[in-house]
């Protein structure tokens, strides 16, 4: 059975702090790992999707990369904007089948 | 606008009478997939569809019905809903295997 488990379950950042979500996962096949960002109350958001071990993806403070056990989400300099609860998710296996961690919350003070 | 489109956004029904949550997606994805977000357990894929007439159960298929008659539309069914089907559910679409969904903005459904 495929298995995500994200860390820490709450993170307090006070602007510009700079720090690290932690991803874990277990599956047979990686097919590919994402990262979304919700909003309360709203659908989650796409962010990024890595297929291999040692690759990286940025989009403006976010910087993902992965391991073959494990995923990161940096974030840098961080602003009260990106408070958030941030998903990850393998995709393995059967083609459609996804499988979410519980989320690491955000909150960014200014 | 690329988007999925759920409706309604919030349902309160009574135990055992059907209801349909309808789901459309405008970006001609091959995947759609529902899921329900409950507080501590997370998003959990309630069944998936790879295309057209092919579905299939994810992890917590119970009590929930789909089809997929056409590329656009997934609709979910709750035949007798029941109060442990209270929750927010989530339409998603992707362009294909192996890439990131779309997530429509949520049905907050309560079965009293």
């Known amino acids: 059975e495929d298995q995500v488990t994200q860390s820490p379950e709450a993170l307090r950042l006070q602007e510009g702090e700079s720090s690290s979500l932690n991803c874990s996962y277990t599956?047979?096949?990686?097919?590919?790992l994402f990262w979304y960002r919700q909003d309360p109350g709203k659908g989650p958001e796409f962010l990024f999707t890595?297929?291999?071990a040692g690759e990286e993806k940025e989009k403006e403070r976010l910087k993902a990369t992965l391991t073959k056990k494990e995923s990161f989400l940096h974030i840098t300099a961080p602003k009260p904007e990106d408070s958030a609860t941030y998903l990850c998710?393998?995709?393995?296996?059967?083609?459609?089948?996804?499988?979410f961690g519980d989320g690491t919350t955000l909150t960014v003070k200014p | 606008e690329a988007q999925v489109t759920q409706n309604p956004r919030y349902l309160i029904t009574v135990t055992g009478k059907k209801l349909t949550v309808t789901c459309s997606q405008n970006?001609?994805?091959?995947?759609m997939s529902w899921y329900r977000q409950d507080p501590g357990l997370g998003l959990r894929q309630i069944y998936y569809?790879?295309?057209?007439?092919?579905?299939d159960k994810g992890d917590v298929p119970e009590g929930y019905k789909v089809s997929r008659k056409e590329k656009r539309n997934f609709p979910l069914i709750l035949e007798s809903p029941s109060p442990n089907q209270t929750s927010l559910y989530f339409c998603?679409?992707?362009?294909?295997?192996?890439?990131?969904?779309?997530f429509g903005s949520g049905t907050r459904l309560t079965v009293v």
């Open positions: 890595l297929y291999s």
């Open positions: 998603a679409s992707s362009l294909l295997q192996g890439h990131g969904y779309t």
């Open positions: 998710a393998v995709q393995a296996g059967d083609a459609g089948k996804s499988t």
């Open positions: 569809s790879m295309n057209v007439e092919v579905t």
């Open positions: 599956v047979s096949g990686l097919r590919g």
């Open positions: 970006m001609n994805h091959e995947y």
